[in-house]
């Protein structure tokens, strides 16, 4: 999937399943929840700290999944074309 169509994607899902985007602010603020629950797994699996058995059955590819989703709404609601912003950051 590109980058292109992953917009796409989310902005029809928001609008026929999910009804709605949650303002920039609030979905800023899921972002932040969703990259802590990155950093979690992060530290755990590759860092010092120990697992939990609470953490044991939580997926990495799930959370940055759920990072990119929201990254992705933020980026629709306001305007951005990913792929033209990251194609700008190489060249």
């Keep these: 999937?590109?980058?292109?169509?992953?917009q796409k994607t989310v902005d029809t899902w928001?609008?026929?399943?999910?009804?709605?985007y949650f303002n920039e602010l609030t979905n800023m603020a899921i972002?932040?929840?969703e990259v802590g629950e990155v950093a979690r797994i992060?530290?755990?699996?590759?860092?010092?700290q120990s697992y939990k058995k609470s953490d044991?059955?939580?997926?990495l590819g799930?959370?940055?999944a759920d990072v990119l989703?929201?990254?992705?709404c933020l980026a629709n609601q306001t305007g951005i074309n990913l792929t033209e912003a990251?194609?700008?950051k190489f060249g």
């Design 31 to 33: 972002l932040m929840e």
């Design 56 to 59: 044991e059955a939580i997926d």
């Design 1 to 6: 999937m590109t980058i292109e169509k992953a």
């Design 69 to 72: 989703f929201v990254l992705i």
């Design 14 to 20: 928001i609008k026929t399943t999910g009804v709605r």
């Design 86 to 88: 990251l194609e700008k």
């Design 62 to 64: 799930d959370e940055l």
């Design 42 to 48: 992060m530290a755990r699996q590759y860092g010092e």
